[in-house]
């Protein structure tokens, strides 16, 4: 049988439309588990571990990039996009992996990095060789001004010019990233058959779904226009701190271009030849909702995308409520994915909880995500209520955190090793010295010692990700909300004639919800929460929620 036959054969294992509402865990590959004992997790390390992330509940398992690289982003710098690298193993590895997964029920994405490359890319050595090679255009290329500046005034989010000079070609390339990461040029028809072709070799590996890394920065405006100014009040939504001068200019020529929905169409025609295969667009956008809206219309771009909004510090009632119903608004018949963390924002315990968040919090932010109307992105260790871990400065790796030190300590803090026994070395992660330090509040919060407690935030994912499985409202279903007091959230999730009622309490205080309005509520239980409805209030306890059926 051959690749794609296995594609077509596992892709029977859930509906064509599994995504929709699906719940992704996403594992950082780096960090999940160490088959080889050289400190650095690896894919046979991921595969041994598929039955823990199968028991808890989920569709699918989205995995960070894995591909041979130099690592200077840790794998975000691709420098074979055909070949694993070997820190995390072979094809051989991934495919057995693959395997394993879909025996399981699972789903595997991957996260294809397409708007750059790695400068040591063997495209982009050829391309910086001279102006007449084959691959001279394949990059994003610009002669100097006349005073030897760069083009324009973009900047790269890592700080300092978004262009580097090269002495070979005697031009300036793009790197809306690291100066090691060069852009592609889009524009380029050669270079968008040859992405394609890309990712057309893993979905015959029988892959189910890309996640695509920055997928609104594949093409730039060709004639370089300057960006214009921003002024900044606030943190926006995009993510990116008032510590990087990124933060103020409006991105409007470095990305976002018109011309990108061409190639989502190329790229959604391809997905569409292998069935049940999915698309997730990462957008970072001066207008998120309004991008996330045009990026999923139709049958013919991305199948779903998210954006940072709450990846945020805010995690309010007001703040999560105008969100949702800012994007309900402009998104129409697109589709939506939430996460509240990932391998770049400080983990959720700490960024929304302080530094004691008492596990409820992690229970009742599971759930309200769980509920939003659109698919879910589990980052793993949220399972266990893991907080951000302190990683002294000689200590980092991030290049990101290196760079913007004191103000920002980077994404070290987030990618620390999963603790799997508590009494284990270094937690059961590895057999030796991990690439990050593991901190030792993890190791109370380990897989082992939450596996064995009914009430740990562990069981509390799988019995409410079973419990959600039963309730087609909660995917797929429509939301409106309800008036609920400054510290809690209450919609509605509707699906045909299924109604659901779904209340929360954010606070540290029981709460009261009057249920004026709202009639012949039926109390559901089987989802790990408790409340006292009244005849004309719901009332929770603190970061307590409620389920009732309409």
């Avoid at 005034?153 to 005697?170: V, Y």
């Avoid at 990462?282 to 199948?303: K, S, V």
């Avoid at 399972?383 to 200590?395: D, K, S, V």
Wanted: a negative charge; one cysteine or more.
């Amino acid at each position: 049988m051959n690749d794609r036959a296995v594609s077509r054969q596992h892709a029977g294992l859930k509906p064509v439309d599994w995504w929709r509402g699906g719940v992704i865990y996403q594992i950082y590959p780096r960090s999940f588990s160490d088959s080889n004992g050289d400190g650095t997790g690896d894919l046979a390390g991921i595969t041994r571990k598929l039955d823990y992330v199968a028991s808890l509940g989920v569709d699918a398992v989205w995995l960070s990039p894995f591909f041979r690289s130099p690592m200077k982003d840790f794998g975000y710098d691709v420098s074979d996009y055909r070949d694993v690298d070997p820190i995390f193993g072979t094809l051989s590895d991934f495919d057995e992996l693959v395997g394993r997964a879909h025996d399981l029920g699972l789903k595997v994405m991957i996260d294809k990095v397409l708007s750059h490359t790695s400068d040591e890319h063997p495209w982009f050595r050829a391309s910086r060789a001279d102006h007449d090679n084959p691959k001279a255009d394949w990059y994003v290329w610009a002669d100097a001004k006349a005073d030897g500046s760069p083009p324009n005034n973009w900047l790269s989010i890592f700080g300092g010019s978004a262009w580097q000079w090269d002495s070979r070609r005697r031009q300036y390339y793009l790197h809306n990233f690291l100066k090691s990461q060069p852009d592609l040029n889009f524009h380029q028809p050669a270079v968008r058959r040859q992405i394609l072709e890309e990712v057309a070799f893993w979905l015959d590996r029988g892959v189910d779904g890309l996640r695509l890394d920055t997928v609104n920065f594949y093409f730039h405006d060709r004639l370089l226009r300057d960006n214009p100014p921003k002024v900044v009040q606030k943190q926006g939504l995009d993510a990116v701190p008032l510590s990087n001068p990124y933060a103020f200019q409006q991105h409007i020529y470095d990305k976002s271009r018109p011309e990108n929905i061409a190639f989502l169409n190329e790229l959604r025609t391809l997905l569409d030849r292998y069935p049940a295969t999915t698309t997730l667009g990462e957008i970072a956008d001066e207008d998120p909702f309004g991008t996330m809206a045009e990026y999923t219309q139709g049958t013919d771009r991305l199948h779903k995308a998210y954006t940072f909004s709450l990846l945020s510090n805010d995690f309010s009632a007001a703040y999560i409520r105008e969100i949702v119903e800012a994007l309900e608004a402009r998104i129409g018949g697109g589709w939506p994915c939430w996460s509240i963390g990932n391998h770049d924002v400080i983990r959720v315990m700490s960024r929304w909880g302080g530094a004691d968040a008492p596990p409820a919090l992690a229970k009742v932010l599971m759930a309200l995500l769980l509920c939003l109307r659109g698919s879910v992105c589990i980052y793993q260790g949220e399972e266990l209520g893991l907080t951000e871990a302190e990683i002294p400065f000689e200590l980092l790796q991030d290049p990101y955190g290196i760079t913007f030190w004191p103000e920002l300590k980077g994404r070290d803090g987030c990618r620390t090793p999963m603790p799997w026994r508590a009494g284990a070395d270094h937690a059961g992660f590895s057999s030796a010295e991990p690439w990050l330090p593991i901190p030792a509040e993890h190791r109370a919060k380990a897989v082992d010692v939450q596996d064995g407690d009914p009430d740990s935030i562990l069981n509390a994912y799988r019995l409410f990700l079973a419990w959600r499985s039963e309730h087609r409202a909660l995917r797929t279903g429509s939301i409106r909300f309800i008036d609920a007091p400054a510290d809690g959230l209450a919609f509605i999730r509707q699906h045909e004639q299924q109604q659901l009622l779904c209340m929360f309490n954010l606070s540290a205080q029981p709460m009261s919800i009057s249920l004026v309005g709202v009639t012949g509520v039926e109390p559901l239980s089987g989802h790990g929460f408790s409340a006292e409805p009244q005849s004309d209030r719901i009332v929770l306890s603190a970061y307590g929620a409620f389920f009732g059926r309409l």
